[in-house]
């Protein structure tokens, strides 16, 4: 199935770096989502984003919607070594004729922050 | 945020054998719920779309005859990986979806055939 870009792969920082990744698409979405997993958990919602343009914050986690609708990035400033995880995005498009959306992941970034 | 179960979070079968997996919105319905599989240091691959009421709507390359999906009311969708074989292996997780298409997903499922 189609897959977004998602850059960069892997990211191994020391602990109060800020972090930023990014992903994008071919196609338009109407929604951006943000999700981190632990080893052995299923994604955890960080932030969702509906509108193109839209920045939105969750504590230390910055995302943005871009305008062409075709990208978004997340920013995580001031690392901690909690914030090891795989972090993944999502594009989510919901056409007139249902009434659910399909989720298209990006392949990842796996950040590993040093102490 | 809303919760989501998944049961068992491990299960290991001979091959041949069937394995039901449970996905449940706890504190919420949901209409629509997805089953994906993920292999290890890959991404989640969408396998179906669950709707309560109705049949599986399955992605491409997916067998519905191997993977069958019971979506019998607003909490509860089950996968059931008939005649399971080492290839089927994997981590399997449930997602649900609230009223305002936001996806909630559950611990995963991970499931070892001998």
């Known amino acids: 199935g189609q897959q977004l870009n998602q850059s960069p792969q892997s990211m191994f920082i020391q602990e109060g770096e800020d972090v930023s990744m990014n992903c994008t698409s071919s196609?338009?979405?109407?929604?951006w989502l943000w999700y981190k997993q632990e080893p052995g958990e299923g994604p955890v919602l960080l932030i969702a984003l509906y509108k193109a343009g839209e920045l939105t914050s969750n504590g230390r986690l910055t995302a943005q919607f871009g305008i062409t609708r075709k990208d978004s990035f997340l920013n995580i400033s001031a690392s901690i070594p909690s914030d090891v995880g795989i972090y993944f995005c999502?594009?989510?498009?919901?056409?007139?004729?249902?009434?659910?959306?399909?989720?298209?992941f990006g392949q990842g970034t796996i950040l590993t922050v040093h102490p | 945020g809303a919760v989501v179960s998944q049961h068992p979070s491990r299960v290991i079968c001979k091959s041949g054998t069937s394995v039901k997996i449970e996905c449940r919105s706890l504190d919420f319905q949901a209409t629509t719920m997805f089953w994906y599989r993920q292999f290890p240091k890959q991404s989640l691959m969408l396998m179906a779309t669950s709707n309560e009421g109705s049949k599986a709507t399955y992605e491409q390359g997916v067998e519905k005859d191997k993977f069958l999906i019971n979506h019998a009311s607003l909490t509860l969708s089950t996968l059931t990986v008939t005649s399971a074989h080492p290839e089927d292996s994997s981590f399997y997780i449930c997602s649900a979806e609230t009223t305002y298409n936001e996806q909630f997903f559950g611990p995963g499922t991970r499931l070892t055939v001998l």
């Open positions: 196609s338009i979405f109407n929604t």
């Open positions: 999502a594009g989510q498009y919901l056409s007139g004729g249902t009434s659910y959306g399909k989720l298209t």
